[in-house]
């Protein structure tokens, strides 16, 4: 058998050219195999061995092919030979005889032919699906996509495929998104891409056809309670809280409406905005039940109609939950929840403060900003706490490494990625962009911002999480605003 198939190649292969041709395409197949056996079993992971896997070999063995016709067409030219004559010189004579059709180098070729085609079409659905493999997009352009890999490791959505967010269903989702695919291969190799990447990702699929396959609008009801914990920066990085009711709700009943209402079934919010950043907002429209508009517009800016409204979008859940995935911290917030947890311990003092400036400071690579944090706490403390610090010294060592990891995960030199780089949008800088006093109706009406439009206070900067549910002291500083917000609480259910 093998020595039939030897033979068989070897009559395929009529010039050198031909032979380059046959030795690729076998020895690719070959290799192909085994590093994809080795894959299955887990012997590699790396995405790069993949990459190559996928398209190099792929790549040669087509090439292989093509080579080989192209050496019989040379040959044919050489001797002036009919294909069916060099047929017959090739293989043995016994093998062409039989009718042209029916004989047996025919079928060989022919079996060959479909098992190649099988090859490609397995080789290629392959590819597609390891493309859309998370492990693939984060990390196969390492340097560039190091960022979001991260995040995404550590987010919510650590385990829904990247491509689940950024391509979405259909064929013209996946053709643009392998063209695309292909723009950023150019773009990585010669370098053409900003740092950081810019947002927001124009060609980001609408978040109804990508979020809504998990979360749907219907889902959201009630409110969810959360407490933040912030720590002072003095001595003893005492604790303070603050806790918010927020309203997630779609809306109760036609008149009271709560956060989700913005993507609820019967509503459109469309907006402009300057440049089409979604940073400044250049005018807001509602669509109300009877079909008529409610039209905000920004007196700061003077609106030059046509152009802009060309550049309307529909808010979708991007628009406030735009760090879905990619989430930087804020330096203040990321120490206080790694107090939060104890990985930092309060006990160590001002290092509220102190761990706060050790991230922050300006370090010009990450080798720098990892050795400056740890120059920075340990030089601290050695100086203004020479005895304890060797008594304490777990527990800043763990603070240290802690801190690092913060800086790890947020701050990426290489792609000019520092604190602040993409605004985060699930707070007040993301609301007030349309939630404040420049957006009015052609009523003279503003977008509502009172502090309880979309979440009760029942905690402000307090020493307790849940302060203005308990009686408020006559002494008390802010008694009554502490009175109006327990009472907001209280009530804001009992109006439907
Ligand atoms: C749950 C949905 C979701 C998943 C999963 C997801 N992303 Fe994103 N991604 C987003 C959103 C939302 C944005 C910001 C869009 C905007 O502001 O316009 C974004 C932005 C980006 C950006 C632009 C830079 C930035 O940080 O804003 C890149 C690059 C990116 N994603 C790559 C990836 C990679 C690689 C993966 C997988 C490892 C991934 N994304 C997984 C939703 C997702
Ligand atoms: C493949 C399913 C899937 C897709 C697609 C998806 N998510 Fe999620 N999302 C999840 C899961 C699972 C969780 C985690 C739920 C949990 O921890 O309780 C989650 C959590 C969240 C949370 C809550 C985070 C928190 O603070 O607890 C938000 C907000 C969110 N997703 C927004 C989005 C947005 C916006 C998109 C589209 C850009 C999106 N999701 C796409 C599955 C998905
Ligand atoms: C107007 C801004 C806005 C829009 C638009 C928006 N969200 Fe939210 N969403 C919020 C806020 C604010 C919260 C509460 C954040 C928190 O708990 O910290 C929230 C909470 C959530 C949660 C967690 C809810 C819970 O009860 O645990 C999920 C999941 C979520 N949003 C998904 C979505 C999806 C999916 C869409 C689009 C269909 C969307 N959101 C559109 C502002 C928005
Ligand atoms: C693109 C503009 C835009 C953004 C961004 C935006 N909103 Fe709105 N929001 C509106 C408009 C317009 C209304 C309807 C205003 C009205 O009826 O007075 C509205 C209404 C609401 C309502 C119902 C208010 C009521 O009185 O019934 C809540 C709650 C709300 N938004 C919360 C939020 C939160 C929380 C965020 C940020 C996470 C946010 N919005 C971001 C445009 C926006
Ligand atoms: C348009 C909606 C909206 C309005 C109006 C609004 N907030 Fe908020 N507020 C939010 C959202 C969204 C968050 C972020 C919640 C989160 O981080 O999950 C927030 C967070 C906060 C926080 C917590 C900050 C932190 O991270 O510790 C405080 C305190 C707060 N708001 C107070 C107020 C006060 C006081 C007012 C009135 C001046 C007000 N809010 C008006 C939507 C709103």
Redesign the pocket.
């Known amino acids: 058998m093998l020595e039939k198939y030897l033979n068989f190649i070897k009559s395929v292969s009529v010039n050198h050219l031909g032979k380059i041709g046959v030795i690729l395409t076998t020895s690719s197949f070959v290799t192909f195999v085994i590093l994809e056996l080795a894959r299955m079993i887990g012997l590699f992971t790396n995405a790069y061995i993949g990459l190559i896997n996928y398209l190099v070999f792929p790549t040669l063995f087509i090439l292989g092919l093509i080579l080989i016709p192209i050496a019989w067409a040379q040959r044919k030219r050489e001797t002036g030979k009919s294909a069916k004559q060099l047929l017959e010189e090739q293989f043995t004579y016994q093998g062409v005889k039989e009718g042209f059709w029916g004989s047996r180098v025919v079928i060989t070729i022919g079996l060959f032919s479909l098992i190649n085609i099988l090859f490609l079409l397995i080789v290629s659905t392959q590819m597609l699906s390891f493309m859309d493999e998370a492990e693939f997009c984060g990390t196969a352009c390492h340097s560039v996509m190091n960022p979001e890999w991260t995040t995404y490791q550590q987010s919510p959505h650590a385990h829904v495929r990247c491509v689940e967010c950024h391509v979405g269903e259909g064929v013209d989702a996946l053709i643009s998104s392998k063209l695309n695919g292909a723009y950023q291969i150019l773009s990585l190799t010669f370098h053409l891409y900003k740092s950081p990447i810019p947002t927001p990702v124009h060609q980001l699929r609408p978040?109804r056809e990508t979020?809504?396959k998990c979360?749907?609008?219907e889902k959201?009801y009630g409110t969810?309670l959360?407490t933040f914990v912030h720590y002072a920066m003095d001595e003893a990085s005492t604790p303070q809280y603050t806790t918010l009711n927020?309203k997630?709700d779609i809306g109760r009943g036609q008149e009271k409406a709560g956060?989700?209402w913005?993507?609820s079934r019967d509503t459109k919010v469309r907006y402009a905005s300057v440049d089409d950043q979604r940073k400044e907002m250049l005018w807001i429209e509602v669509d109300n039940k009877d079909g008529s508009i409610r039209r905000f517009v920004n007196k700061k800016h003077t609106v030059k109609d046509s152009a802009e409204a060309e550049a309307a979008r529909v808010?979708?859940?991007v628009?406030?939950?735009n760090r879905a995935t990619h989430i930087y911290e804020k330096p203040e917030y990321a120490v206080d929840r790694r107090m939060h947890r104890g990985l930092i311990d309060r006990s160590i003092p001002y290092i509220k403060r102190e761990g706060l400036a050790a991230i922050t400071a300006n370090y010009n690579t990450k080798e720098e900003g990892l050795e400056g944090i740890r120059k920075h706490i340990e030089g601290y403390y050695q100086r203004h706490y020479p005895r304890r610090a060797g008594q304490i010294l777990d527990k800043l060592d763990r603070a240290v490494s802690t801190l690092q990891a913060i800086y790890t995960r947020n701050i990426h030199p290489g792609m000019k990625i520092t604190w602040g780089s993409y605004p985060n949008y699930?707070n007040h800088d993301g609301?007030f962009r349309c939630h404040n006093e420049n957006m009015v109706d052609q009523q003279g009406k503003v977008i509502s911002h009172e502090c309880t439009t979309?979440h009760s206070i029942l905690a402000m900067d307090e020493n307790e999480p849940f302060k203005y549910l308990k009686p408020a002291q006559k002494k008390e500083r802010n008694a009554a605003m502490h009175k109006y917000l327990q009472d907001e609480f209280l009530n804001a259910y009992l109006r439907d």
Do not use: G
Request: with cysteine; net charge negative; hydrophobic share 40%.
């Open positions: 978040a979020c809504e979360h749907w609008p959201f969810r959360r927020l997630v956060i989700h913005h993507i808010m979708d859940c628009d406030c939950h699930i609301c979309c």
